[in-house]
Nanobody, 122 residues
């Protein structure tokens, strides 16, 4: 079992940056692919980015490509999402997720955090 706790959200102006963190419990962190999803009010949850077990490969949604970067530190049981050039449409609750392999599909992921709010003002 893996427990995930996100942090780093907040209010930022358009064009600004934030770095989200996700702390994972358990000694098996390195056996999971990790991902970030987001959900805006009244919208469905959408995929943001994911990384393989060793962080050697990543996938990213077109909406954030070139602006967001996912990374992980298996020694610290942490996964990060560096978000640059933020836009008002990036406003959402951001969720960290762990699963058996990288996928853009939410149900692939077994464990989810509680989320952290990101608000981008125009």
């Amino acid at each position: 079992q893996v427990q995930l706790v996100e942090s780093g959200g907040g209010l930022v102006q358009a064009g600004g940056s934030l770095r989200l963190s996700c702390a994972a419990s358990g000694s098996t962190f390195g056996s999971y692919a990790m991902a970030w999803f987001r959900q805006a009010p009244g919208q469905e949850r959408e995929f943001v980015s994911a990384t393989t077990r060793n962080g050697g490969s990543t996938i990213c949604a077109d909406a954030v490509k070139g602006r967001f970067t996912i990374s992980r530190d298996n020694a610290k049981n942490m996964v990060y999402l560096q978000m640059n050039s933020l836009k008002p449409e990036d406003t959402a609750v951001y969720y960290c997720a762990a699963g058996p392999f990288t996928s853009m599909t939410g149900p692939v992921y077994t464990y989810w955090g509680q989320g952290t709010q990101v608000t981008v003002s125009s």
